[in-house]
């Protein structure tokens, strides 16, 4: 198989945008995680305002933006989040 699926986890302003809490996507091999971010900010514009202050998660640790993804892989995009 050419491709991974990954679990994508989905808060705040990104769950607004996709009204689900998590999606499961496919990607080519060798996909880093700032590519889920990339391909949800295409679909969703107006997630653009997020793009260089989201933080990543794979797998319960945070990680950085170039790190590839492995089939199975749960994601999270976490945004900032204000207080409240």
Known sequence: ???????VKLF????????????V???P????????RDRLITE?????QLRDITRFG????FVE????LQDGDEVVLIPPVSGG
């Open 44 to 48: 969703h514009p107006e997630l653009a």
């Open 12 to 23: 705040a302003a990104y769950q607004e945008a996709y009204r689900v809490p998590e999606l």
């Open 25 to 27: 996507l496919e990607f």
């Open 65 to 68: 933006p170039d790190t590839i």
């Open 29 to 36: 091999q060798n996909t880093a995680v700032k590519e889920v």
């Open 58 to 61: 794979v797998n319960l640790q």
């Open 1 to 7: 198989m050419s491709g991974i699926t990954v679990t």
